[in-house]
């Protein structure tokens, strides 16, 4: 299946990408394997993941995600796909919908509809500041400078 | 959010020949969300369900990380988040001519190589006084592998 061939490169280049930040793809069966019986339970997998991913809690769709032949643990062939499990696991909240309030959808994979990307034109905006003491209209930085937008949260 | 401390040297580094602003919008891990975390609990983060306590949130979160960049609160009904489908966290840069350089992946995959990107972008901004190139290609600037989200099943 095309997927499973793309799959190698595409954890390498992960595994590149995120060396300064998560440490998922680093670190391998051998330090998942804690009692070195050649396989990954799930308590092991829970722990790997969250010494790697503080905010990562879902670990019983994950193990689901990756015990494909259904035996309770993970062989290092199932194990090599957790970096493209979580990620999916990550990005399965549909964030168009309802921006991640409890009323969504969980594990929702539809490819996001009209997702922004590089050479799109940016959706103009007008917010106040937290201090409400004034307001930024994205569209008069037209031709003056260009703007970084950091979106996030406290948690 | 992760990565704060790159957020506000980048903000440092680059603010005379840019305009910084965050965006606050709904938590990504609110203890009554649907993807809870203990601190959140513990410092009871839920969902916002009003103006003040997302003003509020945000400003411990720029009180505690001590950021100085412009923090803009998206509305209650979150608009800009979807417009720019950015929820939990993500990284965007706007061209003089209002197109995008930047778009990165959403959520922490995507940070990162998005601030990275940024950084890139602004580094040669500053130093030659021209906005880089678009790329050639369709792939993302500070995305790792473009249809990933199509493969998912």
């Known amino acids: 299946m095309n997927k499973r061939r793309l799959m190698v490169p595409y954890v390498l280049l992960l595994t590149m990408l995120l060396a300064s930040s998560t440490a998922l793809g680093q670190g391998g069966f051998g330090e998942a394997d804690a009692d070195e019986d050649g396989k990954v339970s799930a308590s092991e997998m829970e722990t790997y993941v969250s010494g790697k991913l503080t905010d990562f809690d879902k670990h019983k769709e994950l193990m689901e995600a990756l015990d494909t032949d259904k035996d309770g643990s993970l062989s290092a062939e199932e194990f090599e796909n957790r970096m493209e499990a979580v990620q999916g696991l990550m990005g399965g909240v549909a964030a168009g919908d309802d921006s991640g309030s409890r009323r969504g959808r969980r594990g929702n994979r539809r490819p996001e509809e009209g997702a922004l990307k590089v050479g799109d034109v940016a959706p103009t905006f007008t917010l106040k500041s937290l201090d409400g ?23 | 959010m992760n990565s704060v401390g790159t957020i506000e040297q980048m903000f440092q580094d680059y603010k005379d020949v840019a305009e910084f602003r965050m965006v606050y919008i709904n938590e990504a891990h609110a203890a009554d969300g649907n993807w809870p975390v203990e601190y959140a609990r513990e410092k009871g983060i839920n969902e916002h369900t009003n103006y003040g306590e997302r003003c509020t949130t945000a400003q411990m979160l720029l009180d505690e990380k001590q950021l100085t960049i412009p923090c803009l609160i998206d509305g209650m009904d979150n608009a800009v988040n979807e417009a720019y489908k950015a929820w939990p966290d993500r990284v965007f840069l706007v061209r003089t001519d209002g197109v995008l350089a930047v778009a990165a992946a959403r959520g922490p995959w995507g940070f990162e190589p998005g601030l990275e990107a940024a950084s890139e972008w602004l580094a040669h901004f500053k130093e030659t006084g021209e906005e880089p190139e678009l790329p050639a290609s369709d792939k993302e600037e500070g995305e790792e592998s473009d249809s990933q989200d199509d493969d998912q099943r």
């Open chain 1, 133 to 155: 003491d004034s307001e930024t209209d994205l569209a008069e930085f037209r031709d003056q400078k260009p703007v970084v937008l950091i979106f996030g949260s406290y948690t």
